[in-house]
Antibody, heavy 118, light 107 residues
Framework: QVQLQQSGAELAKPGTSVKLSCKASGYTFTSYYIYWVKQRPGQGLEWIGY????????YYSEKFKGKATFTADTSSSTAYMLLGSLTPEDSAYYFC???????????WGQGVMVTVSS | DIQMTQSPASLSASLGETVTIECLAS??????LAWYQQKPGKSPQLLIYYANSLNDGVPSRFSGSGSGTQYSLKINSLQSEDVSIYFC?????????FGGGTKLELK
């Protein structure tokens, strides 16, 4: 069955970076997009962007350009998101999701909490 | 970017009631609209795609409709396990954008 397993919670200091992982299983990793979503506690969902592991192509929402960087390791079926220059505004849950060929986010990871605090 | 306006922001209903949540797109999204359910502390789960197609395993009391810029999610015979936050998302264009969410509570 399709699963997306995300890495554990992160506590980071302002100005540093964190790298979140999303390990896929149960399907052909290189045939589907992986997208990332931000959710601050008690708030709505913000779509960050996606990576296509098949060719490494990426797309970033304007708001997250320069903040997020996507990579993928096809040998381990793992997608990564690097969040840089962290501020307290980056404290949130981050989800990865598989986007099918029609643009539908059909499977989601369990989410990871990132806390930015000095 | 396509803006998604979801209403109401919160909703209180009794068990067995029928509830409807609306989503308005800022431009025609040609039925490329999904609905998600998010329970507290969990990730969103796909309920409906292509505006009216029920995802596998989703109870038939959930239904979606709409076209163009206007879409809705209806829940018939509300159950206690339906208490959640519901989001719409357009997948017609990038960036994919979400509605602000509807928090559904029991009266």
């Amino acid at each position: 069955q399709v699963q997306l397993q995300q890495s554990g919670a992160e506590l980071a200091k302002p100005g540093t970076s964190v790298k979140l992982s999303c390990k896929a299983s149960g399907y052909t990793f290189t045939s589907y997009y992986i997208y990332w979503v931000k959710q601050r506690p008690g708030q709505g969902l913000e779509w960050i962007g996606y990576i296509y592991p098949g060719n490494g192509g990426t797309y970033y929402s304007e708001k997250f350009k320069g903040k997020a960087t996507f990579t993928a390791d096809t040998s381990s079926s793992t997608a990564y998101m690097l969040l840089g220059s962290l501020t307290p505004e980056d404290s949130a849950y981050y989800f990865c999701a598989r986007e099918d060929t029609e643009g539908i986010g059909d499977y989601w990871g369990q989410g990871v909490m990132v806390t930015v605090s000095s | 970017d396509i803006q998604m306006t979801q209403s109401p922001a919160s909703l209180s209903a009794s068990l067995g009631e029928t509830v409807t949540i609306e989503c308005l797109a800022s431009e025609d999204i040609y039925s490329n609209l999904a609905w998600y359910q998010q329970k507290p502390g969990k990730s969103p789960q796909l309920l409906i795609y292509y505006a009216n197609s029920l995802n596998d395993g989703v109870p038939s009391r959930f239904s979606g409709s709409g076209s163009g810029t206007q879409y809705s999610l209806k829940i018939n015979s509300l159950q206690s396990e339906d208490v959640s936050i519901y989001f719409c998302q357009q997948n017609y264009d990038s960036p994919r954008t979400f509605g602000g969410g509807t928090k559904l509570e029991l009266k």
